[in-house]
């Protein structure tokens, strides 16, 4: 494998993580972070404490608060920050990256203002740049303890999705390429709207029916509004989109799941986020989603009812009760044209 001089930037627990791999594939990193604590941690601890502790930072990794010493001669930029500093940060990077570098982005949501991807952020800021969306199944906590894990590059130049798959792939971290990027990122954003309200279920005290209910349907809503947008439904049967909602659903070590189990056990959003210490994409994708598919004519009825316990105070009772009670339908979209009814 080729070594090649990398650029994360963002130094929390997937940045860190991120910064591992790719130190253990042979790759010289450095990180950015725009906290200084965090710059002298990882020099002089040689480990995230706050986020990963327990897991030594290899000596191939340097972490930095410039961010023009972070891009400086790099051949790859890794975006690990959340979804809503993409832009500002983007601001900061268009001076440093000139040509048509690869930048590759693990970040999942909807930019709140104005309901863009990241790729399509960085579109805007970074033109030159050759975008590749990074999505799947895939806690930090459990790549940086090598635990086997697989991914998705997306993107609209197949040699930008092959280049970053030959980078990170490892015999712990298998990468597929995939062109539709539009399904990519819009799986790895809209499914922790249904972590969030899967860990709601949890904090009601239902169990595995609701839950499995939750991430069937969310699903469907998500793959319903991703084929209205351009993205391929196939897409939403990988790893991108149920094999990504499957482990956000499902695990502990989701900040979704785990502000949702305590918005359900009667507390605030202020105070869940609060208690949660860490970003939660979920409620900051929520709003643009649910204008989204207002605006596009698309049913989502799961995202709805978690816009009107986020930011119009409904009682998650009465938000189950309302799903559960909607209008009689079918389950598959196209069933009642089909010949197989008599």
């Known amino acids: 494998m080729v070594k090649r001089r990398i650029s994360v930037i963002g130094a929390g ?14 790759h010289s990193v450095k990180m950015w972070s725009f906290l200084k604590e965090e710059v002298e941690m990882i020099n002089r601890m040689r480990e995230q404490i706050d986020k990963l502790p327990g897991i030594m930072v290899p000596e191939g990794v340097v972490c930095t ?3 023009e010493e972070a891009l400086k001669d790099s051949e790859l930029v890794v975006l690990v920050i959340p979804t809503q500093t993409i832009r500002q940060n983007a601001v900061k990077m268009a001076g440093y990256i000139k040509d048509e570098r690869v930048v590759a982005c693990f970040s999942k949501g909807l ?5 863009l991807r990241p790729s399509e952020v960085i579109a805007q800021e970074i033109p030159n740049a050759q975008f590749v969306a ?7 906590e459990e790549l940086a303890r090598d635990i086997p894990s697989a ?10 999705a092959e ?17 539709d990027i539009v399904g990519v990122e819009l799986g790895g954003a809209l499914k922790n709207i249904i972590a969030l309200c899967a860990g709601i279920s949890d904090g009601l005290g239902f169990g595995d029916n609701t839950k499995a209910a939750l991430m069937t349907r969310g699903i469907a809503e998500i793959s319903r509004l991703g084929v209205a947008m351009g993205a391929n439904a196939q897409t939403f049967g990988g790893l991108a989109g149920i094999g990504d909602l499957i482990v956000t659903c499902t695990s502990m070590h989701s900040r979704n799941r785990r502000a949702g ?25 929520t709003r643009p989603a649910y204008e989204l598919a207002k605006r596009m004519n698309v049913s989502m009825p799961i995202t709805a009812e978690a816009y009107e316990i986020l930011f119009n105070g409904k009682n998650p009772k009465l938000a189950v009760a309302d799903l559960m009670m909607r209008s ?3 389950e598959i979209e196209d069933v009642v044209h089909s010949s197989v009814w008599l």
């Open 163 to 179: 280049f970053i798959q030959n980078i990170f792939m490892s015999p712990k971290f298998r990468v597929y390429t995939n062109p």
């Open 134 to 140: 990074l999505s799947g199944p895939c806690h930090a």
């Open 111 to 115: 930019e709140e203002a104005t309901g």
């Open 13 to 26: 627990s997937m940045g860190t993580a991120a910064s591992i791999l790719l130190a253990k594939n042979g």
């Open 151 to 160: 991914y998705v590059a997306a993107s609209e130049k197949r040699y930008a």
């Open 261 to 285: 189990i305590l918005i359900g056990q009667g507390k605030t959003l202020k105070d869940a986020l609060e208690e949660v210490k860490m970003v939660v994409e979920g409620v900051s994708t």
């Open 328 to 330: 009689k339908t079918h």
């Open 65 to 67: 608060g410039d961010m």
